[in-house]
């Protein structure tokens, strides 16, 4: 049922696309792999604890939304948010000490792998309660509004999300009220062990958010150049005043749900077939054909990428932990008012 | 098995499980006891349980009594009452208490209430398994203990299952009871083994157990952080402080006789939960004693709870949030004045 359609997976190229630009988006896809590659070793290692959650197949839909949005435009994420903070902008150092569970983490070791938060790039968190953040994000937008602020608020959520009534009684008071947020759905097929077509009695997603009056696309979210594409179109009007639009980025996870997870409930024909949908050499491959890269460009991505995680990772090791005497920092705020 | 080998071959009086297995067999004993029950919750049939409690369940009893459900809180329990209320004996399950406060509103405004609002017209027999509990660095939206919001609820039983004999002993007469049951599980449990009867005996579910008689000291604690007490009572008994250990069990109703009992021998008491220690259980049983068993004291109650903090990610600050064995023996020599 989620098998996508054989054959070789050839992105099309936008007429003018920029060599450059379409270099950046490869790096930040390499990037994120790179990085929760070396996340899984870390885990096996011990030195990373708790749940992990791999974002390793879905990299194509961070980056294009990233690329879409502004810098000052907000984000909402899951408990699956490497890659989104990773694109935000938030540095995998600060980001890998925080898995490690360090004083110098986004968070300060509080949040861990689900919870990373960036006050200083609007990265408003991973959230582990499905759907939780749905409505957090249209607070942010509302905000945005009332305040006169042209930013957009993105909020990104699995389809099992869609399960829940936070995501129903959110996108409408969104459409209600004509506010900036972006409802990015990353439809992988699962939530959990749960397929789609057994949780949903109408599976196309984009027609129950359409039935919010909200504008509502299907894009192919292994396709980084369509994805970047069809978020800038939404953005754009939803800039423009012309209230939500809800992307659903139709794609796979390659790994299980989590580091608990013995994943017996997918067929691995079907796991092999989105694989040869991988994003990132899907890019590569199109880059080459235009002539922006060849295997020495793509060896030297990759090697940098490398050389910033192990910057990250021995900036993690050696940052501290946070002193015993704190733990009750945070609960309420200090400022005074 | 045959005549023969029944008589050549007597059946073992033990056998040794995990905890995970122990809940499992009371399920599969309710689902073969009762047609009318039925489990339903998110990821109990493909996927196998989150804790994996219910794997293999889905294939021996099928989709229409192992119903994977959506992400979908409010709706699985509401559901559950619903069905509980017209014939059925639904288990529904929450896979964390941390998302059973999706549910709340069914569980407090429906399930606990039905009864009282319609004059005694309609009980809620449903069943809700949940699990709570720290100690796997899961943050503070997976990790918390949230007992006491249940146990401050008239019209709902509330259960805690940490021990084999629990875990095989509640269910059965908990979906016999009439009125709405919320049994806690405890994930950092399942994997730990006991050697048990191979036929469970049945636990009487308003009562609390003594888990380690002793003479000194009462201690009053409920869930996994039992373990931890009993941990710290073997380190003070080296110490030569004897400290009786109280599992509540059933954290409402509270079986204050056995707390008010005990103290009336030991003369101390200290409460120890995983749970915030403000309003917590805790606080309930100590406002008990202090009640009922005042002139039994030697010494105030004491109490050890979640220091106030949502649980961190990183394991220093987990551990120094939630009781230890250190922290309890420190404050058990405390309250004997020997700290
Ligand atoms: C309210 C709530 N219910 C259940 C869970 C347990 N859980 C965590 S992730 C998940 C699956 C969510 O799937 P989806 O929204 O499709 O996102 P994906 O994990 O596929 O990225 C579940 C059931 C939870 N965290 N919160």
């Known amino acids: 049922m989620s098998r996508p359609s054989p054959g070789r997976f050839r992105l099309q190229a936008p007429p003018n696309l920029d060599a450059e630009h379409g270099l950046d988006l490869l790096r930040t896809m390499v990037r994120i792999r790179r990085f929760e590659e070396r996340c899984v070793e870390l885990y096996s290692a011990a ?12 990299e194509a839909i961070a980056t294009g939304v990233m690329a879409a949005i502004d810098l000052d435009d907000a984000a909402v994420s899951t408990y699956r948010e490497h890659g989104h ?112 077509t057994r949780a ?22 292994m396709d980084v ?68 890269l060849d295997e020495d460009g793509l060896a030297t991505i990759e090697a940098e990428a490398d050389a910033e995680i ?28 | 098995m045959t005549a023969t080998d029944a008589t050549t071959r007597p059946t073992p009086e033990t056998v040794r499980m995990t905890l995970r297995e122990a809940h499992k067999q009371s399920l599969r004993a309710a689902l073969d006891h009762d047609e009318r029950v039925f489990l339903m919750g998110e990821d109990i049939g493909a996927y196998g349980g989150c804790f994996a409690v219910t794997m293999g369940l889905l294939d021996e009893y099928g989709p229409e009594r192992i119903r994977d459900t959506p992400l979908s809180e409010i709706a699985i329990v509401g559901t559950a009452i619903g069905a509980a209320m017209n014939g059925m004996r639904p288990i529904a399950e929450i896979m964390t208490c941390n998302f ?16 009282h609002m319609s004059g005694g017209q309609f009980n809620v027999p449903v069943v809700i398994r949940t699990t709570a509990g720290a100690g796997r660095q899961l943050a503070a939206q997976h990790s918390h203990s949230f007992e006491p919001y249940f146990a401050h609820v ?45 036929d469970p005996d049945i636990v009487d579910l308003s009562s609390a157990a003594i888990r380690r008689p002793g003479s000194d000291v009462t201690v009053v604690t409920y869930g996994a952080t039992q373990h931890t007490v009993l941990d710290a009572a073997e380190a003070l008994a080296a110490d030569g402080i004897d400290a009786e250990v109280i599992d509540l069990r059933s954290l409402r109703p509270l079986d204050d006789a056995t707390v008010f009992a005990s103290v009336a021998r030991t003369h101390r008491a200290v ?5 915030w220690r403000t309003v917590g259980l805790g606080a309930e049983v100590a406002a008990r004693i202090a009640e009922e068993a005042f002139y039994d004291l030697d010494a105030p109650v004491a109490r050890i709870g979640c220091a106030e903090v949502p649980l961190p990610y990183a394991k220093h600050l987990e551990d120094a949030a939630i009781p230890q064995v250190e922290s309890i023996v420190a404050e058990v020599r405390r309250v004997m004045h020997r700290g």
Not at chain 1, 135 to 150: E, F, I, N, S
Not at chain 1, 256 to 282: G, T
Not at chain 2, 104 to 114: E, H, P, R, V, Y
Request: with cysteine; charged share 20%; hydrophobic share 45%.
């Open chain 1, 310 to 337: 192990d910057v990250a990772v021995t900036f993690a090791e050696s940052s501290p932990l946070e002193p015993l005497d704190d733990l009750e920092r945070f609960v309420v705020s200090e400022v005074t008012p």
């Open chain 2, 154 to 198: 008239p019209g709902i039983r509330v259960v805690s299952l940490a021990t084999h004999a629990d875990a095989r002993g509640v269910l059965a007469p908990a979906l016999e009871d009439p009125d709405p049951v919320i049994l806690f599980e405890y994930p950092r449990l399942m994997t730990m083994e006991a050697e048990v009867p191979v």
């Open chain 1, 225 to 292: 150049l369509a994805v970047e594409e069809a978020t800038r179109k939404a953005v754009t009007a939803i800039r423009g005043g012309e209230g939500p639009v809800f992307i659903e980025y139709e794609t796979y996870r390659f790994r299980a749900h989590s580091m608990y997870d013995p994943d017996l409930y997918r067929d691995p024909d079907e796991v092999a077939a989105w694989k040869q949908r991988d994003p990132i050499p899907a890019l590569a491959s199109l880059l080459t054909e235009l002539g922006h």
């Open chain 1, 200 to 221: 949903e009695a109408q599976t196309d997603l984009a027609l129950k958010a359409a039935s919010y009056a909200v504008p509502a696309w299907r894009v192919d979210g």
């Open chain 2, 271 to 275: 409460v120890v939960e995983e749970a």
């Open chain 2, 100 to 115: 059973s406060l999706l549910a709340m509103d069914q569980i407090i405004n429906n399930a606990a209430t039905l009864l």
């Open chain 1, 85 to 196: 903070a990773i694109a935000k902008g938030i540095g995998t150092d600060v980001i890998m000490a925080e898995m490690l569970g360090k004083v110098d983490g986004v968070s300060r070791g509080r949040g861990g792998s689900m919870h990373l938060f960036d006050a200083a790039t609007r990265f408003y968190g991973g959230n582990a309660i499905v759907a939780g953040g749905i409505p957090l994000a249209v607070g942010l937008a509302l905000a945005d509004k009332l305040q006169g602020h042209d930013r957009v608020t993105v909020c990104f959520f699995g389809e099992g999300a869609v399960d829940e009534g936070a995501f129903h009684e959110s996108i409408n008071l969104a459409s209600l009220w004509n506010l900036p947020v972006l409802f990015a759905c990353e439809n992988n097929h699962y939530s959990m062990g749960m397929a789609l």
């Open chain 1, 47 to 58: 030195k990373i604890r708790g749940f992990l959650h791999l974002y390793i197949g879905e």
